[in-house]
T-cell receptor, first 120, second 110 residues
């Protein structure tokens, strides 16, 4: 049973460029959340996708956008990169239905290994 | 806005001692409180969680307590071992998302 996977592992970009990060959720999961983790900090919520729609968004500018595909995989796009965008980008997958068959499983989130983005 | 405060930021204990990490949250609608362990260079791993209808939950050497009235919850690790050394994050639900604390670096020396 494959866990959450992310690609690429590392990425180096220059200011002003655009980047696309990819995430495949754990088998059986239909919800993908994206987080930004700066060095020495906790993960910060960017947005969450469910049924190919952005369901909830954190306090991030419109330069951050995403997409979810019919197979539940997801992309995170960042435009006009800034130095401050350098961070570890984590995706987390969950299922809207928990182990008891009840709604609310979206909180039990399992993280991928992350993509380390460096902006020069 | 929604916020999770976590203390202490660093914690050093001797092997076999207990460790306690505390968190407070601001959103009274929060219903789910997970704890994650992140080793250096690795992904955060869910180690235990608690929902708002439960006051305490245990899993072997790890326990979590929740006080909804005071809006705080704590992680307790007993009989600490060197392999418990890592950064621990608490989180609280906000809508369908999770808001994380800034982390506690736990060091267990043998």
């Amino acid at each position: 049973d494959a866990g959450v996977t992310q690609s690429p592992t590392h990425l180096i970009k220059t200011r002003g460029q655009q980047v696309t990060l990819r995430c495949s959720p754990k088998s059986g999961h239909d919800t993908v959340s994206w987080y930004q983790q700066a060095l020495g900090q906790g993960p910060q919520f960017i947005f969450q996708y469910y049924e190919e729609e952005e369901r909830q968004r954190g306090n991030f500018p419109d330069r951050f956008s995403g997409h979810q595909f019919p197979n539940y995989s997801s992309e995170l796009n960042v435009n006009a990169l800034l130095l401050g965008d350098s961070a570890l980008y984590l995706c987390a997958s969950s299922s809207d239905i928990d182990n008891a068959g009840l709604a609310g499983g979206w909180w039990e989130q399992f993280f991928g290994p992350g993509t380390r983005l460096t902006v020069l | 806005g929604e916020n999770v405060e976590q203390h202490p930021s660093t914690l050093s204990v001797q092997e076999g001692d207990s460790a306690v990490i505390k968190c407070t949250y601001s959103d009274s609608a929060s219903n789910y409180f997970p704890w994650y362990k992140q080793e250096l260079g690795k992904r955060p791993q869910l180690i235990i969680d608690i929902r708002s209808n439960v006051g305490e939950k245990k899993d072997q050497r790890i326990a979590v307590t929740l006080n909804k009235t005071a809006k705080h919850f704590s992680l307790h690790i007993t009989e600490t071992q060197p392999e418990d050394s890592a950064v621990y994050f608490c989180a609280a639900s906000f809508g369908t998302a999770l808001i994380f604390g800034k982390g506690t670096t736990l060091s267990v020396s043998s």
